[in-house]
């Protein structure tokens, strides 16, 4: 019977500090890595400044979210920043659209290689992490309102008479909801819609997707629009789950091609499957496992140090450690992508 | 006057000329084949036919039409239909999508041309759920000329469609090809299997270094003693 409420502690005590927080952070990374593998399958290069899409997108939506604070709207117990979210959406599609015209239309006319491509993109990256930091500045901005826990640790404890508390954010419910509606959009598009299945065919084969009477324009400029908003959502589901600091995202870079490329670069469901990966390994291996082995271990033994596989701060070590064992055992990713 | 022709093309991919004074010509109803050695420029003649290569001298006629300044687009809006050699078909995607995005230009409805591409292939049929990538060589083949078809082509041309393939699939595939010229559809065909192609063509055209050796019947160049000894093994 002890050993049994040992068990659930042990249970609550790892969803709690490991199984949820990944689940929502990995769907932000999946959200994020879509929309990279979205713009490899059809533009054919890595698109460095995807991090600072989102930091732009997220930007966005902080200013809408404050002009709307200031004329008093809100959305009650849900955050004011999804009333903001589709006008900030617009404004980075916009944004991606008119880059893409007058930056990367310029390489496709002259047949650049990729890497020039990589290269430009790298460009728009600093140009636009110097945009959101003379705009917004370099502070860290919280802009969560509404209701924010659904569960209450010390609610949870009461409720079950366990001695481990369950804290539920309403911003992680709302990250996994929301990303698991975008994917599903985001599929059912390229499935059903006859411009969803162009852009399949011009990702798989561009000459015979030309052949076919496919205007490649077209299919670059809904690409652009799709990644924006992805970018936005994934920027700003970051932000209210933790907080607007322009300097992540550009950090965020590296878990996300990391997602992408586990997955098999140009596959998007194996950037989500990566995503999540991802967010596990990171998470798993920067906690400290003391207290869960106490609830498990039999008799009273304890271990002597915190069971912690790295510190926090070598977190982003995990998605280097997991994107170079990948490239060395299984360079296409998991679903089997290009190479890069 | 035939349905296609091109006229004294000489061009390139932008170095030296790759073919030089080169006249091909079909008509609907016709098959016709392009034969010759390696490096002929067989495939370079059709692609200048289809706008893929830059033209120096020369014009391409499509029923009494110059269209020699349209790009392969627009040439694929006009009824020309191309199977490439390699890479022909979406292997990610299903047949049927294959042959959903052959009729991409077209905004009316599909199914009856589908099912007459069923008709021709009823392994598609059976198949048209499956992932393109996962089916065999001469299926595979047998999506590409399907999804060429979805346009309803006035001229089909095929860059070596039986590369590759054993030599059943190959006869299997040309009946198929017989059939298609049935429905009045113009054929023009570069061919490696030069004897069996020029077996079922109307007539053919024999490329040397980009310039037309021989022009004649299917049947007379299969009976010319130097067609025979140099370019189908005697």
Not at chain 2, 97 to 122: C, H, K, S, W
Request: net charge neutral; glycine share 10%; hydrophobic share 50%.
């Amino acid at each position: 019977m002890e050993y049994s409420t040992d068990l659930l502690n042990a249970l609550v005590l790892i969803s709690n500090y490991v199984l949820i927080p990944a689940l929502s952070y990995g769907s932000q990374l999946a959200l994020g890595a879509v929309g990279v593998t979205l713009v490899f399958g059809i533009l054919r290069f890595a698109n460095f400044a995807h991090g600072e899409m989102m930091a732009f997108g997220c930007m966005a939506t902080i200013f809408i979210t404050w002009w709307f604070q200031s004329m008093g709207i809100s959305s009650g117990v849900f955050p004011t920043a999804l009333l903001a979210l589709p006008f900030a959406i617009l404004i980075t599609a916009l944004l991606a659209v008119a880059i893409d015209r007058s930056i990367f239309s310029f390489y496709r006319i002259h047949k650049s290689r990729p890497v020039t491509f990589v290269v430009a993109s790298v460009g728009v990256m600093f140009m636009l992490n110097g945009l959101v930091r003379i705009l917004i500045g370099t502070d860290e901005i919280i802009f969560r309102d509404g209701q924010k826990f659904l569960i209450k640790a010390g609610v949870f404890k009461k409720m079950t008479g366990l001695s481990e508390g369950l804290a539920l954010k309403q911003t992680q419910v709302l990250t996994f909801v929301l990303a698991v509606i975008a994917v599903l959009a985001l599929f059912w598009f390229l499935q059903r819609t006859r411009t969803g299945k162009a852009m399949r065919a011009f990702s798989d084969n561009e000459d015979l997707a030309l052949l076919s009477g496919i205007n490649p324009e077209r299919v670059v400029l809904v690409t652009w629009i799709i990644a924006a908003s992805l970018a936005t959502l994934a920027g700003v589901l970051y932000g209210l789950d933790k907080s607007f600091k322009p300097m992540v995202y550009f950090h965020l870079l590296l878990p996300i091609f990391a997602a992408a490329i586990v997955g098999g670069i140009g596959q998007p469901l194996g950037a989500i499957l990566g995503g999540y990966i991802v967010a596990f390994s990171e998470i798993t291996a920067t906690y400290a496992f003391k207290k869960f082995f106490k609830y498990l271990a039999p008799g009273d033994f304890v271990p002597d140090g915190l069971a912690q596989l790295l510190t926090t701060e070598y977190k982003f070590a995990v998605s280097f450690f997991i994107l170079v064992l990948v490239l060395l055992v299984r360079p296409t990713g998991i679903l089997r992508g290009r190479v890069l | 006057m035939s349905y296609l022709i091109g006229e004294q093309l000489t061009g390139g991919y932008g170095g030296p000329d790759i073919i030089r004074e080169c006249t091909v010509s079909v008509d609907q109803g016709e098959i016709v084949v392009v034969v010759g050695p390696n490096g002929a420029g067989k495939s370079t003649a059709m692609k200048a036919l289809l706008g893929m290569l830059d033209l120096r001298e020369g014009r391409v006629l499509l029923d009494g039409q110059d269209i020699s300044a349209l790009s392969p687009q627009q040439r694929v809006a006009k009824g020309m239909a191309f199977v490439p050699q390699n890479q022909n078909v979406f292997v990610t995607m299903t047949v049927e999508e294959n042959l959903e995005m052959g009729a991409y230009l077209r905004r009316d409805d599909i199914t009856e041309t589908m099912e007459q591409v069923f008709e021709l292939f009823p392994v598609l049929k059976t198949k048209r759920r499956q992932i393109a990538g996962e089916l065999s060589g001469g299926q595979r083949q047998q999506v590409a000329v399907g999804r060429a078809l979805m346009t309803k082509p006035t001229v089909l041309m095929l860059d070596e469609p039986t590369a590759g393939v054993s030599p059943m699939v190959m006869d299997e595939l040309f009946d198929r090809i017989i059939e298609i010229k049935r429905t009045g559809i113009a054929i023009l065909m570069v061919e490696q299997n030069a004897r069996q192609a020029l077996n079922i063509a109307d007539r053919g055209f024999v490329l040397v270094t980009g310039e037309n050796r021989f022009s004649d019947t299917g049947e007379a160049l299969l009976a010319n003693e130097e067609v025979r000894k140099s370019f189908l093994g005697g």
